[in-house]
Structure formats: structure tokens, C-alpha cells
């Protein structure tokens, strides 16, 4: 595609449900990031994927996130017995993950748990 | 671990005149990257410019430039001749090698170009 997408756009959910959310990287990207955003912060890493595999998931804060890429491009986040503290946007990036290639985001997710 | 610092949480500067936003990062590595992202209220991040460390030269992109000291483990963005359009959160980010890391973030610099 042309760019990243992610969708939903925005989300708003009750406290304690479970929440999928989905990122379409760039075609042929083979790196894919997961980043959390908090209002006024910079990207938080949550969890990198090359290829199919988690190559490093130290981001992810509890075991209530957890993250899939089965096919080697689409992505999903989900996130189970959501909580207030998880209100967030949430970043979705790819890159081609050879040298120095830069990231390139999506518009990101605005979760928002009530 | 790798941190990125960005001082100065705002910054305003007038229409066509040139600003600078601070980046200083912690690292024991010797070749890594550096970035520059642009994030307007669209929400979407955009690489303004970037910097390998094992080059002395400053990048320059268009209005775009970097002060790259690399002993000092700092990295500053110019902007020259800023337009209205510039008016956004400003985040300077690093990858330590080898490749397939994830980058660190800085917090942020939000950018007001006043008319």
C-alpha cells in the first residue's frame, strides 16, 4: 500500500474488555514496530517483529499485551481486561529493517478505556 | 540502555526565522543512527532528517540541518526560515546497531511558528 494503516481510528472501550488493534505496514516491509504514545510523551517501544517473529517484545508492559504478525505483514495488537491506564495512541511503524531505514508511521490508534 | 533528552518542552520562533531544537542522547556504542521526527497534529510522525554517527558531515535536508558532536552526544535541528507549517512536536530518536533494534524515543519538543 502506500502507506502504514491502522485501524480503527479511534476506540473507546469499558474497563475489562479486550481490544484488537490492527496495523497494515508499507508493502515489502519486513520490520514492523509497535509504539504507545501518552499525551505530551514521545513513542514508547512496546514490540518489534522481522518477519513473523517477535524479535524483541521487552516493551510490552504485562501479560495483558500481546501482539501477532502470523503471515509476515499484518500486524494486530491486543490488549485483554483493559484498564484506564492503558488510554493511549497507539503507534504502528514499518521499515524495509535493512541499515540505517528510517521508520514510517501510521496515523495511529487513540484508545481510550472508560 | 540508551536514553534520548530533549530539553526544551516548547519552543515558539516567528515566521522566517531560524530556530534550534536541543537532543542529547546516553550511549556506549560507536556507530549508531540518529533521526529527526516531525509530528503535527495529524498525528502522524514524519522523518524530518538523519544522521549516521561514523559520518562527520552534517546532514542537511532543504530548511533542515543537524549539528551533529558526536563526543558530546549531542544533535541539534535547525531550522531555517520556518514556516507556518513547521508548527508541530518535534522528536529526536536513536538506533543503536546492529540493525533490527527498536528506536528510542526522545520526549518531545513542541514547536509554535508564530505569523
Known amino acids: 500500500g502506500a502507506g502504514v494503516s491502522q485501524t480503527p481510528s479511534n476506540k473507546v472501550t469499558e474497563k475489562g474488555k479486550y481490544v484488537e488493534l490492527r496495523c497494515d505496514p508499507i508493502s515489502g516491509h519486513t520490520a514492523l514496530y509497535w509504539y504507545r504514545q501518552s499525551l505530551g510523551q514521545g513513542p514508547e517501544f512496546l514490540i518489534y517483529f522481522q518477519g513473523t517473529g517477535a524479535a524483541d517484545d521487552s516493551g510490552l508492559p504485562n501479560d495483558r499485551f500481546f501482539a501477532v504478525r502470523p503471515e509476515g505483514s499484518v500486524s494486530t495488537l491486543k490488549i485483554q481486561r483493559t484498564e484506564r491506564g492503558d488510554s493511549a495512541v497507539y503507534l504502528c511503524?514499518?521499515?524495509?529493517?535493512?541499515?540505517?531505514?528510517?521508520?514510517?508511521f501510521g496515523n495511529g490508534t487513540r484508545l481510550t478505556v472508560t | 540502555a540508551q536514553t534520548v533528552t530533549q530539553s526544551q518542552p516548547e519552543m515558539s520562533v516567528q515566521e522566517a526565522e531560524t530556530v534550534t531544537l536541543s537532543c542529547t542522547y546516553d550511549?556506549?556504542?560507536?556507530?549508531?543512527?540518529l533521526f529527526w521526527y516531525k509530528q503535527p497534529p495529524s498525528r502522524q510522525m514524519i522523518l524530518v532528517i538523519r544522521q549516521e554517527a561514523y559520518k562527520q558531515q552534517n546532514a542537511t535536508e532543504n530548511r533542515f540541518s543537524v549539528n551533529f558532536q558526536k563526543a558530546a552526544k549531542s544533535f541539534s535541528l535547525k531550522i531555517s526560515d520556518s514556516q507556518l507549517g513547521d508548527t508541530a512536536m518535534y522528536f529526536c530518536?536513536?538506533?543503536?546497531?546492529?540493525?533490527?533494534?527498536?528506536?528510542?524515543f526522545g520526549p518531545g519538543t513542541r514547536l509554535s511558528v508564530l505569523p
Open positions: 550511549t556506549s556504542e560507536n556507530n549508531y543512527y
Open positions: 511503524a514499518s521499515s524495509s529493517g535493512t541499515g540505517a531505514s528510517p521508520l514510517h
Open positions: 530518536a536513536f538506533l543503536p546497531p546492529p540493525e533490527g533494534q527498536n528506536f528510542v
